[in-house]
T-cell receptor
Framework: NAGVIQTPRHKVTGKGQEATLWCEPI?????VFWYRQTIVQGLEFLTY????????DSGMPKERFSAQMPNQSHSTLKIQSTQPQDSAVYLC????????????FGHGTKLSVL | QQKVQQSPESLIVPEGGMASLNCTFS?????YFWWYRQHSGEGPKALM?????GDKKEGRFTAHLNKASLHVSLHIKDSQPSDSALYFC???????????FGTGTSLLVDP
């Protein structure tokens, strides 16, 4: 079991460019979560899917962020027109059932917006 | 909106000592409580959960929950240098709800 796989590990974009982050959950897990981690804000919930359906996107900045889960083997987080304040480590996690269950996190994608 | 606060922000304990981490949450309807640990360059990893009031022990780790006082704690006995990491308390309202993470405690075990 390779665990949750996130690619790329590091991404550098220029201000105003688009960034797409990829996540492959653990096989058989039905829920996928996205979190953002910064020194100042800590671990912030962004959004989650269960059985590929979007369930809660209450943490997503409305205008430039979007997430999708087109199949059970991967999810993407897309940030349009990236800004320096988007610089963070973006963490994907999966769980066997639903919230309240143990989350298994990937190593994260460190996004740096110059 | 759920608020989860942790104290202290940072903690140094000698190798073999006891580390005590605290967490307070704001919503009395919270149901599930987890402790996660994150080493540098990795994602957080679940340490243990506690769902009922009282103590729960797993090896060197003991979690304590008091829902009435909105408080959960983690105690690490016989601390090892490998325990040096960032520790997060995480709270969920129940099945069907997301995990809200606390502000984190940075633990350094001094060999």
């Amino acid at each position: 079991n390779a665990g949750v796989i996130q690619t790329p590990r590091h991404k550098v974009t220029g201000k105003g460019q688009e960034a797409t982050l990829w996540c492959e959950p653990i096989s058989g897990h039905s829920a996928v979560f996205w979190y953002r981690q910064t020194i100042v804000q800590g671990l912030e919930f962004l959004t989650y899917f269960r059985n590929q359906a979007p369930i809660d996107d209450s943490g997503m900045p409305k205008e430039r962020f979007s997430a999708q889960m087109p199949n059970q083997s991967h999810s993407t987080l897309k940030i349009q027109s990236t800004q320096p304040q988007d610089s963070a480590v973006y963490l994907c996690a999966s769980s066997f059932r639903r919230e309240g269950e143990r989350l298994f996190f990937g190593h994260g994608t460190k996004l740096s917006v110059l | 909106q759920q608020k989860v606060q942790q104290s202290p922000e940072s903690l140094i304990v000698p190798e073999g000592g006891m580390a005590s981490l605290n967490c307070t949450f704001s919503d009395r309807n919270s149901q599930y409580f987890w402790w996660y640990r994150q080493h540098s360059g990795e994602g957080p990893k679940a340490l243990m959960s506690i769902f009922s009031n009282g103590d729960k022990k797993e090896g060197r780790f003991t979690a304590h929950l008091n829902k009435a006082s909105l408080h959960v704690s983690l105690h690490i006995k016989d601390s090892q240098p490998s325990d040096s990491a960032l520790y997060f308390c995480a709270v969920s309202m129940g099945m069907g709800y997301k995990l809200t993470f606390g502000t984190g405690t940075s633990l350094l075990v001094d060999p």
